[in-house]
């Protein structure tokens, strides 16, 4: 067992212009766990993740995160990338006249080092978008320029893939994906796991938890995580909404 | 026109800075050529400045175009070429019939071709800066395809200011026939040895495509720093011709573009990709035409400005569109990318249409990198300023793929090189 958390954040908030949003977080995540958190739209779940990434337009106002020790609130963007965290964002931007293929390169080129071989570049590529069921034209096209919301979470899974992080956030990585591509995500998101990485899901939907399974499940409301539990909580908020966690909530604040 | 202080140290201007002594060049050429170089020079000398209240002249100063071009001296003679032709082209891959020589020669050799064409699209009438040339040009080359003929390769012409501080008129005619295809890299560099020193230059490019043809002209701008460049370039398209124009301005202190496609017959089409890239305090300002003289004729502009530091840039782009010109399609548009505050851009689009049925548009954007296109590459450990040269890449790539592959690098090298020390 390594009781060394993989990612550690503490009592985190969140202020995005002015208003919090995220009120104090705190969550382990373990080498080998696959945690989800679901909420509603505006519960303040992306704003945890794009927070934890740099985001610019979210300030962390209060708390700790570090992963595998390593302060990341002191490092810019770019650097806690290179230290092995990965945001699979909700809505990626396209990047005109960038293709996939010189985007990746640079990003891996990024983590070895200007000087580093990258001969086996190609073939890495086309293995990972062969997985992904990605059509090789897509190495030449202008990234995320002019996808379909599936394609872009597709190629969000393939950069996952190429970069080899130690622990992946995953922001509703599972909308707008028909149940064939949520399939192919899915497996990809599987053969990332491992013992040695970690992955957290933000998502409000149950069905991509169908396909790659977490052992922790937490609800998120009003920028608090207010109940945790285990794979049995999500079925639960599947079936009943979100409605009688609240009404847990009041009664047990109420009280 | 206003005095100046400075005594002037070319010898062929005076200290109006008209043009006083054409002896030079008069030594040589038939009297034909001779009579058109003593037009223009009559035509420049007696000619007012451009009035700035003309959308062409509005940004740009022509006042500092006669100063620089009477004051720095010349040393290109006739004769003396600093153009020159480099190309793996073998004698293998230059066709029979086809003609690649200095335009001084051709006007003594080729009569035949060049005296029909040459002056044809740019002359006294053209402008000011324009006769200027007309008089002076001392270096130029000439190009014929005959009918039919395809050259494979991109035939590539240096103009190299080998002698520092020299003014120089380069001049360019092209002309393809029916059928016969050609792609052409024209690129004006600065001397190396002393980028810090002053000069003129006023280049013309004259290009005919005929009947069918197909025609590529990159033109790579990449004067050295205390460059003052002035250019025009006109293109005339005849039935069903293609013509595709990319256009890359990296180079000089200031520097005016002219460039003009006239789809003269019907079916006749034209596409063009700019792209202006200032630094320092560079000053960069560019003209487009799309004029459309016949029926069913397709134009496409796609101009773009990436500018940092204190640089400028003009941008002004006429579609005109003729009575007699039925069925056209003409479009444009101007984006303009500015990485720092304290750069500026100007853009001015112009329309000019008498005929109802066509259908145009046009538009331009100004605007800085966008935050969350440069977060998304750094959440990806890029780190910011490669972000920057990654997202000003694919802002110039729209252009640079129109460029022959062979070249791409090194331009994509210099757009690298400005991006430097940011």
Known sequence: MNPKPLLDIEDIHVEVEG???????????FPGETHAIMGRNGSGKSSLSNALMGHPSYQITHG????????????SADKRSRA???????????IPGVTVANFLRAAIKARRGPEADMSDFRKLFKKEMDALAIDHSFATRYLNDGFSG????????????????????????DSGLDIDALKTVSEGINRFRSDDTGVLMVTHYQRLLNYVKPQHVHVMINGRLVKSGGPELALKLEERGYDWVEEELSRSTGA | MAKKDAKPMNDKFDNNGLISDLS???KQGPEWLLEKRRVSRDSFNNSPLPPRGLHLWRYTDPQKFINVSSTATDSATVGKQPSQINSDLSESDIPKGVIISSLSDAVENHRDIVEPHLYQLINSDTGKFEAQNGALWDNGLFIFVPSGVTINKPLHFQHVSSNAGSN????????????AELSVIDEHLGAENNSDAPYYSNGAVEIFGYENSSVRYANLQEHSAKVHTFFTHRARLGRGANMLTATMSLGGLLSKQNYGVILDGDGAESNMYGLAFGSGHQHLDCHTL?????SQTNSNIDFKVVLRDRAESAYTGLIRIEKEARNCEAYQINRNLLLNKGARAETIPELEIL????????GATTGQIDPMERFYLEARGIDPSEAVRIIVAGFAESTLRHIPAEFRQGLQDAVAQKLKAM
Request: with cysteine.
């Open chain 1, 19 to 29: 208003k919090e949003i995220v009120r104090g977080i705190t969550l382990k995540i």
């Open chain 1, 64 to 75: 700790k995160a570090s992963l595998n020790g390593q302060n990341l609130l002191d490092l």
């Open chain 1, 84 to 94: 092995g965290l990965f945001l699979a964002f909700q809505y990626p931007m396209a």
């Open chain 1, 150 to 173: 599936g394609e872009k979470k597709r190629v969000e899974i393939l950069q996952m893939a190429m970069l080899q992080p130690t622990m992946a956030l995953l922001d509703e990585t």
């Open chain 2, 24 to 26: 030079n060049v008069l």
């Open chain 2, 168 to 179: 120089n008129y380069p001049r360019l005619l092209i002309v393809v026939g029916d059928n």
């Open chain 2, 290 to 294: 799309q004029h459309h003289r016949s």
């Open chain 2, 355 to 362: 005929n109802e049925d066509v259908r145009c548009s046009h």
